[in-house]
């Protein structure tokens, strides 16, 4: 799977990250990720590669945005897909 990655700069203190939702399973982070990416908002998955077994360790997987996006995010989250 080829596909653009969005890097946030960890070391910069101003991208103050937020989860604004945890998963399951990498499939719906993904598609989550993907749904945000579209509409042009910077997202990154945490705790992806964690494997199934500690994901429940971990908390899930995370997708955290710039703290300043997550009004929007949230919004694109909540969209219903018009091509269902």
Do not use: P
Request: proline letters at 0%; one cysteine or more.
């Amino acid at each position: 799977m080829c596909r653009n990655i969005t890097f946030f700069n960890l070391a910069n203190m101003n991208d103050n990250l937020v989860t604004i939702a945890t998963f399951g399973n990498v499939i719906d982070a993904q598609m989550a990720l993907g749904k945000l990416e579209n509409a042009g908002v910077k997202a990154v998955l945490f705790d992806e590669n964690v494997g199934n077994l500690f994901n429940v360790l971990v908390g899930g997987i995370k997708l955290k945005i710039r703290e300043e996006d997550k009004e929007e995010a949230i919004r694109i989250l909540n969209e219903q897909d018009e091509s269902l």
